[in-house]
């Protein structure tokens, strides 16, 4: 095994003649893909891994410096990629990590075949001529209650970020592996994601992207699909489904896994 599969617990299930790379988003880990992988595994071989930083990884490998901006994230990927000796993958990104492939598909657009993002989004700050949902002291708030109870803020985030109550099995999930993050390292990222703007790269994104969005994302307003869509390179297109919150693979599985498949099988017409 190389260094980045085992720093990163790099997985291959399945055995299909096409890869498939599954990249998780902030305070998850690749058990968030659980519903998705035993539909794919009869048709394709399945990459699954850890973003540095995630509570599966190893706290010691976390660059501080390296992750505080997310083409430390991407190099990754194309670390990975090459160490598998992988010559063109369908990558499908979740939140953070649909920007972390984007930005590695510009350096290297040969080991991307196409892009599936969900919940994605370039910039979560408004601007004047932009809507990203959030407010700059709306951040720091957030930040602050990160600081100050880890605990505390991953009890009140996880129902808001998935949209359900305590009770439902992927708030549970969500809290967990969010739990599971150190929370110094869980900061840092946050940091890192929320004050990130992508808008300028979008431009040289020239592989095709398929654009999947939850209705209502407490992270992610709709209209930032339709600006990704504007604003990329090559070719794109949009479907919103009618679920609600940010992890919809993990809260609505029985909408999202045909529609992902559909994405994965089809290409943009």
Same mark, same amino acid.
């Given at each position: 095994?190389?260094?980045?599969?085992?720093?990163?617990?790099? !997985?291959?299930?399945?055995?299909?003649?096409?890869?498939?790379?599954?990249?998780?988003?902030?305070?998850?880990?690749?058990?968030?893909?659980?519903? /998705?992988?035993?539909?794919?595994?009869?048709?394709? =071989?399945?990459? /699954?891994?850890?973003?540095?930083?995630?509570?599966?990884?190893?706290?010691?490998?976390?660059?501080?410096? *390296? &992750?505080?901006?997310?083409?430390?994230?991407?190099?990754?990927?194309?670390?990975? /990629?090459?160490?598998?000796?992988?010559?063109?993958?369908?990558?499908?990104?979740?939140?953070?990590?649909?920007?972390?492939?984007? $930005?590695?598909?510009?350096? *290297?657009? #040969?080991?991307?075949?196409?892009?599936?993002?969900?919940?994605?989004?370039? =910039?979560?700050?408004? #601007?004047?001529?932009?809507?990203?949902?959030?407010?700059?002291?709306?951040?720091?708030?957030?930040?602050?209650?990160? !600081?100050?109870?880890?605990?505390?803020?991953?009890?009140?985030?996880?129902?808001?970020?998935?949209?359900?109550?305590?009770?439902?099995?992927?708030? %549970?999930?969500?809290? !967990?592996?969010?739990?599971?993050? =150190?929370?110094? $390292?869980?900061?840092?990222?946050?940091?890192?994601?929320?004050?990130?703007?992508? *808008?300028?790269?979008?431009?040289?994104?020239?592989?095709?992207?398929?654009?999947?969005?939850?209705?209502?994302?407490?992270?992610?307003?709709?209209?930032?699909?339709? &600006?990704?869509? %504007?604003?990329?390179?090559?070719?794109?297109?949009?479907?919103?489904?009618?679920?609600?919150?940010?992890?919809?693979?993990?809260?609505?599985?029985?909408?999202?896994?045909?529609?992902?498949? =559909?994405?994965? !099988?089809?290409?943009?017409?």
């Amino acid at each position: 095994m190389g260094v980045a599969e085992e720093a990163h617990n790099v !997985r291959i299930v399945g055995s299909g003649e096409q890869t498939i790379v599954l990249a998780h988003g902030f305070g998850t880990d690749q058990s968030v893909w659980k519903h /998705l992988v035993p539909h794919l595994v009869e048709e394709y =071989r399945v990459v /699954l891994y850890d973003n540095m930083g995630a509570g599966t990884t190893n706290p010691d490998y976390f660059d501080f410096d *390296r &992750y505080s901006t997310l083409e430390g994230y991407a190099y990754d990927v194309i670390a990975i /990629l090459e160490e598998l000796q992988i010559q063109s993958c369908i990558y499908v990104g979740h939140s953070v990590s649909a920007m972390i492939g984007a $930005i590695a598909s510009i350096t *290297r657009p #040969d080991l991307f075949l196409k892009i599936i993002t969900i919940s994605a989004s370039p =910039r979560y700050l408004n #601007d004047p001529d932009y809507y990203g949902g959030f407010e700059k002291d709306e951040l720091e708030q957030l930040f602050e209650a990160m !600081r100050s109870n880890y605990k505390a803020w991953c009890s009140g985030f996880a129902p808001l970020a998935v949209g359900g109550d305590m009770e439902s099995l992927a708030v %549970q999930e969500f809290s !967990r592996t969010l739990f599971n993050m =150190r929370p110094d $390292i869980a900061l840092s990222v946050a940091q890192t994601i929320f004050c990130s703007d992508i *808008r300028p790269f979008l431009c040289h994104v020239a592989v095709p992207c398929h654009i999947i969005q939850s209705m209502k994302d407490l992270a992610v307003p709709v209209v930032v699909s339709e &600006y990704l869509h %504007q604003n990329l390179g090559g070719d794109s297109i949009v479907e919103v489904m009618s679920t609600d919150g940010h992890l919809p693979q993990l809260s609505s599985p029985d909408v999202v896994v045909p529609v992902l498949l =559909r994405h994965i !099988r089809f290409n943009i017409a």
